[in-house]
C-alpha cells in the first residue's frame, strides 16, 4: 500500500538533515508505527506522504501513486491527522465534520457508519465549539475528520502526544478498530509502549531508520544480557555501575537501573564491586528487555 524508498530531505540549505535515505514498505490493512523521539524526522516524513513537503531525493507511492506527480489524486485517497489540532476552533464538532466532508464532495450523512463507533462519543456535544473540547474530545474529533471521506490510508502523526493515559488507551483501541475493517494505518509516537499495539514497527533517529519489523521479532534480537538494578543513593549508583568493566550501557528506568553486561561478564562479580563500593542494600536481577531498551542499545 505505502511504498518509500531511500527518501532524503534536508532544511537550512542542507545543514539539517530531517530524512536520510529512508526506505519502509508497508502493507494493505496493517497499523504501522514510526517510532522515535522528537525530531528524529517522523513528522517530515508524514508531511512528505500527505503531499505537503517534497523530498530532495528518492520516492514514495501510496498504492501505486506517486506522492509528487499523482499528489491531488492521493489527497482524496489519504486521512492525515497532524501532531497539532488544526481544526477550526471557532467552529463546533458539527460544523468542523461538516466542513471536511464537503471538502472531499462528500456528507457526513452518506458516511456516517464510517465514523459512529468514534463520532457516538462526542456526538452528544456536537454543538461545542472545537476550542472548548477536551484533549480527548479534540483527538477523536480530528480523528473523525480525517476518515469523514473514507480514505484508504490514515496517516496519524502523534496522535496521543499531550493526552491523558485513559484516553491514550481509548485512541488505540479505536486504531485496533479500524484496523479490523481493513484501513492501513501509519502512526508515529515518541512513547515507546505503544509500539507493541503495531503490527510492523519502524525505530528512527536522526533521520535514519534503526530497525524495522514486527515489535517482538525486534525485542527477540536484543543481544545482551540486561538487569534491572536499584538500591540506595540511586544517582551515585548509576555512576558506579557504568564504571565497572563489565558494563556495556546503564540507563536510569524510572524507579531503577537497567544494565547491559558485556559478553562473559556475570552478575555475581558486579554486585560484588558495587558491594565494594560501598552499596551494600542492592537489588539485581534480569529482565526482559522492551522496545525502550532495545532503542538505546541501537544509539550507542
Known amino acids: 500500500m505505502i511504498e518509500i524508498s531511500h527518501i532524503s530531505k534536508s532544511f537550512e540549505k542542507g545543514s539539517v538533515n530531517a530524512l536520510q535515505d529512508v526506505s519502509i514498505r508497508i502493507e494493505k490493512g496493517e497499523l504501522f508505527g514510526l517510532i522515535g523521539p522528537d525530531g528524529a524526522g517522523k513528522t517530515s516524513l508524514f508531511r512528505i506522504l500527505a503531499t505537503l513537503l517534497l523530498p530532495d531525493e528518492g520516492t514514495a507511492s501510496i498504492n501505486g501513486l506517486d506522492v509528487v506527480r499523482d499528489y491531488l489524486s492521493i489527497r482524496h485517497r ?9 481544526l477550526y476552533q471557532d467552529l463546533s464538532v458539527e460544523e468542523n465534520l461538516e466542513f471536511y466532508a464537503a471538502v472531499f464532495g462528500a456528507s457526513v450523512e452518506e458516511n456516517y457508519e464510517q465514523i459512529k463507533p468514534i463520532y457516538s462519543q462526542i456526538e452528544p456535544f456536537r454543538t461545542r465549539r472545537a476550542g472548548a473540547l477536551s484533549g480527548g ?12 471521506h473514507r480514505p484508504e490510508v490514515l496517516l496519524l502523526d502523534e496522535p496521543t502526544t499531550g493526552v491523558d493515559p485513559v484516553s491514550r488507551k481509548e485512541f488505540w483501541d479505536m486504531l485496533a478498530m479500524l484496523k479490523g475493517h481493513g484501513l492501513t494505518i501509519v502512526v508515529s509516537t515518541p512513547y515507546m509502549d505503544e509500539a507493541n499495539r503495531c503490527d510492523r514497527i519502524a525505530l528512527i533517529q536522526k533521520g535514519q531508520i534503526l530497525e ?4 517482538e521479532n525486534i525485542v527477540n534480537r ?4 540486561l538487569y534491572q538494578l536499584y538500591g540506595p543513593r540511586m544517582a551515585e549508583l548509576l555512576a558506579a555501575a557504568r564504571q565497572w568493566s563489565g558494563t556495556l550501557s546503564c540507563f536510569a528506568f524510572g524507579d531503577s537501573h537497567h544494565l547491559s553486561l558485556a559478553p562473559g561478564a556475570k552478575s555475581e562479580e558486579l554486585q560484588h564491586y558495587l558491594q565494594q563500593q560501598g552499596f551494600k542494600d542492592i537489588h539485581l536481577s534480569p529482565i526482559k528487555p522492551g ?4 532503542f538505546i542499545e541501537l544509539l550507542i
Open 78 to 86: 489519504i486521512g492525515y491527522m497532524p501532531g497539532r489540532f488544526s
Open 222 to 225: 536484543h543481544g545482551q544480557n
Open 137 to 148: 474530545m479534540k483527538q477523536k474529533l480530528a480523528l473523525c475528520c480525517a476518515l469523514v
Open 212 to 215: 524495522q519489523d514486527k515489535p
Open 291 to 294: 522496545i525502550e531498551d532495545v
